[in-house]
């Protein structure tokens, strides 16, 4: 995933924020509310392995349970053609 996209289903890309194993996380605005966020997407070379799909929505299934003013809160997971998101 080397070019950053500019509009992922309802959030228009503002920036990259960083990159790690399985993915990159995107500074994003939601359309229809304004709102900020962070958006991550599974590097989409892994997304056709089965292995990492399932440890990239159990870290999901993980961040959801977080709760703390020092993590942020995780408010969807979804798919964007074929690429695993939250």
């Keep these: 995933?080397?070019?950053t996209p500019r509009q992922i289903g309802p959030y228009r890309i503002l920036g990259r924020i960083g990159t790690g194993g399985m993915g990159v996380v995107y500074r994003a605005q939601r359309t229809d509310?304004?709102?900020t966020l962070a958006l991550k997407l599974m590097r989409s070379d892994l997304a056709e392995d089965s292995t990492f799909v399932r440890?990239?929505?159990r870290e999901a299934d993980?961040?959801?349970k977080l709760s703390s003013p020092n993590v942020?809160?995780?408010l969807d997971v979804?798919?964007?053609?074929?690429?695993?998101t939250w």
């Design 55 to 57: 440890r990239f929505h």
């Design 1 to 3: 995933m080397n070019e």
């Design 72 to 74: 942020v809160k995780l």
């Design 33 to 35: 509310s304004g709102e």
């Design 62 to 64: 993980i961040a959801r």
């Design 78 to 84: 979804g798919d964007q053609n074929g690429v695993p």
